[in-house]
C-alpha cells in the first residue's frame, strides 16, 4: 500500500468551471476526510465518509460543493461554478475506525493534496 | 502560535539546539491530540500524539507536553535537523473522534 493518493496534484481552471478531486485511501481505513488548506492556515475540516456513508458536513461546503464515496474505498470531491475563492489545497485523509482511547489508534494519514487555482 | 492572517508564526534555530513549538487550543472537551508536519509541497505528516490522560509522552528526538489547566501543547524536537524545516500544526479531537480542529501552524527554519 502506497498511503493516501490524491489525483491531480495541481488543477488550473477558469471561474464558472466545474472540477473533480479523487483520494483513494489506504485500503484498510473506513473513515476519508475532506479537509481544505489555504495558503498561511491549518486544514480546515469539510467533510468525512465512514465506508460509504457520508456522516459530517462542514458549515464551509456550500452548494456547490459534493463529495462521494460509492463503494466505500475512493472518494470524490466535486466543486461547481468555482469561484476565486476556491483556491487552496485540498487535502484527503483516512483513518481506521476509532480505535479507542490508546494512542495512535486515530491518526489521519494525508495524501500530498490537489491544489486547485481558479483564474 | 497563534495564527496572525495570512502570516505564519516563524521560529528560527540553529542546527543542533533544541526547539520548542507551542499550541494553544480552547476547548476543554478535547481529549485527544496529534502533531504534524507539513514540509512544503505536501501533505501533514504525523509525528506524534497525546491522549487527555497523560502529561507527556516521548518519541524519537520529540516530546509532547499537555497542560490541561491553561489548554496549552508544546512539542520539543532535540538536536533539530536541517530536515526538521517544516511547518508544524497541533490538531485536537473530541470524545467522537469525528473530526480533527487544526491550529494554524508554527513555521520552523533550521540554520546550518
Known amino acids: 500500500d502506497t498511503g493516501v493518493s490524491q489525483d491531480p496534484r495541481h488543477k488550473i481552471t477558469k471561474r464558472g468551471q466545474n472540477v473533480t478531486f479523487r483520494c483513494d485511501p489506504i485500503?484498510?481505513?473506513?473513515?476519508l476526510y475532506w479537509y481544505r488548506q489555504t495558503l498561511g492556515q491549518g486544514p480546515e475540516f469539510l467533510t468525512y465518509?465512514?465506508?460509504?456513508?457520508?456522516?459530517?458536513k462542514s458549515r464551509l461546503l456550500s452548494d456547490r460543493f459534493s463529495a462521494e464515496r460509492p463503494k466505500g474505498s475512493f472518494s470524490t470531491l466535486e466543486i461547481q461554478r468555482t469561484e476565486q475563492g476556491d483556491s487552496a489545497m485540498y487535502l484527503c485523509a483516512s483513518s481506521p475506525i476509532a480505535g479507542g482511547r490508546k494512542t495512535g489508534a486515530n491518526v489521519l494519514t494525508f495524501g500530498a493534496g490537489s491544489r486547485l487555482t481558479v483564474l | 502560535g497563534e495564527s496572525v492572517g495570512l502570516h505564519l508564526p516563524t521560529l528560527s534555530v540553529q542546527e543542533g539546539d533544541n526547539s520548542i513549538i507551542n499550541c494553544a487550543y480552547s476547548n476543554s472537551a478535547s481529549d485527544y491530540f496529534i502533531w504534524y508536519k507539513q514540509e512544503s509541497g505536501k501533505g501533514p505528516q504525523f509525528i506524534i500524539d497525546?491522549?487527555?490522560?497523560?502529561d507527556k509522552r516521548q518519541g524519537q528526538r520529540v516530546t509532547v507536553l499537555l497542560n490541561k489547566t491553561v489548554k496549552h501543547l508544546s512539542l520539543q524536537i532535540a538536536a533539530t535537523q536541517p530536515g526538521d524545516s517544516a511547518v508544524y500544526f497541533c490538531a485536537e479531537t473530541r470524545y467522537n473522534f469525528n473530526k480533527f480542529y487544526f491550529g494554524s501552524g508554527t513555521k520552523l527554519n533550521v540554520k546550518p
Open positions: 497525546i491522549r487527555s490522560n497523560m
Open positions: 485500503s484498510e481505513h473506513n473513515r
Open positions: 465518509f465512514q465506508n460509504e456513508a457520508q456522516l459530517e
